[in-house]
T-cell receptor
Framework: SQQGEEDPQALSIQEGENATMNCSYK?????LQWYRQNSGRGLVHLIL?????REKHSGRLRVTLDTSKKSSSLLITASRAADTASYFC?????????FGAGTRLTVKP | DADVTQTPRNRITKTGKRIMLECSQT?????MYWYRQDPGLGLRLIYY???????NKGEISDGYSVSRQAQAKFSLSLESAIPNQTALYFC???????????????FGAGTRLSVL
């Protein structure tokens, strides 16, 4: 069964706007990861946040983690048309990786 | 992307046929995984292997088998394909040297399988 659940399922924004995606999960974790998938391609790792971290940045990406609420968010700032893709959160609990169903992001030029 | 190679990229087969999907990697990772992706369901783990000859079932292993004869290769077999096995299949690798604190996975480009 899936561990992470992303919200929203789909998001459409204009280029230059920020995009926020949320992930909720159910069990304890060692870390939480975000992946990106272009249509029909393999997933690509974006960023990892450990269970003892609250926020992490990588370029235009900002990830937050609230273990008390069992939730995480991914913020993409100043979005570009090339950011159009599906984004998945994945929880890692002692090497048991579970992926959510993903958020489909469309960035309109 | 070429670090994890899946063959074939597309396959159409008939119900009852046996087929094999291949995965090879040049990343030198010891861990390998097979997932299937269905629309709206994300990725679900079929089998995983932490080393040569080590095989572990994932959450949806029924109807599938795997073989890990070499560190760089991990093959997935459908003994008797059925239409609900139509899906996108991904192979992934990870490096145990990262420790359980990491487990970052690297994916192949996928195999699109249709069972008629």
């Amino acid at each position: 069964s899936q561990q992470g659940e992303e919200d929203p399922q789909a998001l459409s924004i204009q280029e230059g706007e920020n995009a926020t995606m949320n992930c909720s999960y159910k069990t304890s974790i060692n870390n939480l990861q975000w992946y990106r998938q272009n249509s029909g391609r393999g997933l690509v790792h974006l960023i990892l946040i450990r269970s003892n971290e609250r926020e992490k940045h990588s370029g235009r990406l900002r990830v937050t983690l609230d273990t008390s609420k069992k939730s995480s968010s991914l913020l993409i700032t100043a979005s570009r048309a090339a950011d159009t893709a599906s984004y998945f959160c994945a929880t890692n609990n002692n090497n048991d990786m579970r992926f959510g169903a993903g958020t489909r992001l469309t960035v309109k030029p | 992307d070429a670090d994890v190679t899946q063959t074939p990229r597309n396959r159409i087969t008939k119900t009852g046929k046996r087929i094999m999907l291949e995965c090879s990697q040049t990343k030198g990772h010891d861990r390998m995984y097979w997932y299937r992706q269905d629309p709206g369901l994300g990725l679900r783990l079929i089998y995983y292997s932490f080393d040569v000859k080590d095989i572990n079932k994932g959450e949806i292993s029924d109807g599938y088998s795997v073989s890990r004869q070499a560190q760089a290769k991990f093959s997935l077999s459908l003994e008797s394909a059925i239409p609900n096995q139509t899906a996108l299949y991904f192979c992934a690798t990870s490096d145990s040297q990262g420790g359980i604190a990491k487990n970052i996975q690297y994916f192949g480009a996928g195999t699109r399988l249709s069972v008629l």
